[in-house]
């Protein structure tokens, strides 16, 4: 990967490699134990807090490093790209991410509270939308929360949520204005930093195709007390609040599938200079070296996408455009490129020995969260082009 990073300064090079001899102490055995075990990477996280990359998106006044979309991304895909893939940047992606409504829209007592807690790694968070009937169609969310005196009380289900089980906080959205009051459903609801205390909150595992050092749950809360400041924003705003993090949530994600596909398409090249059939490597046959290509190709395609879908957000710029492209070019060049290098291994492409197969469970995830593509092609299809809405 020669020229891969030739677009970049210098410190983000110096930065990288950083981040690159840091990841390599956590090698595909790690990284296949963890996944068999379904075991959280407790170690490579304490790793990336220690060296500020868990609290970089925090700002510098709540003790984290204040820095760029830019250099997050870059960060998470050479995270990913190092072979730890999404059960490494799943791991710390929340915590890099997951309270940026609170940074955004939160008091500033809630973000004293909060903040420099997540920007250290000292506790775990997680992140509640997705309902088991309210998926992209967020407008249906039916978890409520009612005042209880001054404060509130959550009740209802969220699926999906990633780290729940062990997180200690959480941001939740909720209704708190029925429907029939509302305007348009979204209106209703709200967002609150809850703490995720066990009396009143249950979280079960779901059992699902890879990324399993990083569970999601499905959480149940019974009446869960939340105290009136933590309302995040302001009530019945709470899907507003969301809004303001869907464009640099998406370039993460780019940035991480595009890292699982450098990863696939670097040990699908060395093996294929390694592989003899028939007196000569594999990766001299046309059919196994021009895949490779061509999947490399489209990750540097998407990856410049992604960079300037970071740099328009990093200057204030608009960016759902690209933000919504490079997560769907990225998702499709991710998958593109771990496929062809579970090929590019033929049988050996099957057993978790060869890591590839899980990287290719893992990109497909990148397909579907945290927005699927079928989504960004309405985006597309309505906003550039300016064909009538579908849905
Ligand atoms: C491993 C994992 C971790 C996750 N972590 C979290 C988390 O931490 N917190 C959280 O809140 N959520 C989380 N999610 C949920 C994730 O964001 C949702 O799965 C995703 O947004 C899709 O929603 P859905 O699954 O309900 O799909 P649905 O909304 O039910 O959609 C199903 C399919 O129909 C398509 N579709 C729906 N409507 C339309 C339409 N109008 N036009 C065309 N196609 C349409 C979709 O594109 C999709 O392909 C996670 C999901 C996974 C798998």
């Known amino acids: 990967m020669k020229h891969w990073n030739d677009s970049l300064t210098d410190d983000q090079k110096m930065f990288l490699r950083t981040v690159a001899d840091a990841c390599s102490h956590f090698d595909d055995a790690y990284w296949s134990r963890h996944e068999e075990e379904h075991c959280f990477p407790e170690e490579f996280f304490k790793t990336m807090a220690g060296m500020g990359i868990v609290g970089m998106l925090i700002p510098e006044e709540y003790g984290g490093g204040g820095g760029s979309l830019e250099d997050a991304a870059l960060a998470l895909q050479t995270v990913a790209a190092s072979g730890a893939g999404l059960n490494g940047c799943s791991g710390i992606h929340l915590s890099m991410f997951g309270f940026h409504p609170l940074v955004m829209h939160g008091t500033e007592e809630l973000k004293q509270r909060y903040l420099p807690q997540v920007a250290v790694g000292e506790i775990h968070i997680a992140f509640g939308v997705t309902e088991p009937n309210a998926g992209i169609d967020t407008g249906q969310v039916s978890t409520r929360a009612v005042r209880d005196g001054n404060d509130w009380r959550i009740t209802g289900r969220k699926v999906w949520m990633t780290k729940a089980g062990f997180s200690d906080a959480a941001l939740v959205l909720a209704r708190t204005r029925p429907t029939e009051e509302t305007k348009r459903p979204i ?197 550039e082009l300016g064909l009538p809405r579908s849905y």
Do not use: W
């Open 187 to 383: 209106d209703g609801l709200s967002l609150f930093v809850v703490d995720l205390d066990r009396e009143y909150v249950e979280a079960s595992p779901i059992k699902k195709m890879g990324r399993n050092a990083v569970a999601s749950y499905e959480v149940a809360f019974d009446g869960l007390p939340v105290p009136s400041k933590n309302l995040v924003g302001e009530e019945g705003r709470g899907f507003h609040a969301l809004l303001d993090g869907l464009n640099p949530e998406r370039v993460l994600v780019a940035a991480e599938a595009i890292g699982i596909g450098i990863a696939a398409v670097e040990r699908a090249s060395r093996y294929a200079g390694e592989r003899v059939t028939f007196g000569q490597p594999i990766g001299q046959r046309q059919g196994i070296a021009h895949p490779l290509a061509d999947a490399y190709m489209q990750l540097l395609a998407a990856n410049h996408v992604m960079l300037d879908a970071a740099r328009r957000y990093d200057t204030r710029q608009p960016c759902g455009l690209q933000a919504n492209t490079a997560k769907f070019l990225a998702g499709r060049a991710g998958f593109f490129a771990a496929d062809r290098a579970v090929q590019t291994h033929g049988g050996y492409g099957y057993a978790s020995e060869y890591t590839v197969e899980r990287l290719f469970r893992e990109v497909r995830l990148t397909r579907i969260a945290p927005i699927p593509e079928e989504m960004i092609l309405n985006f597309v299809a309505e906003q």
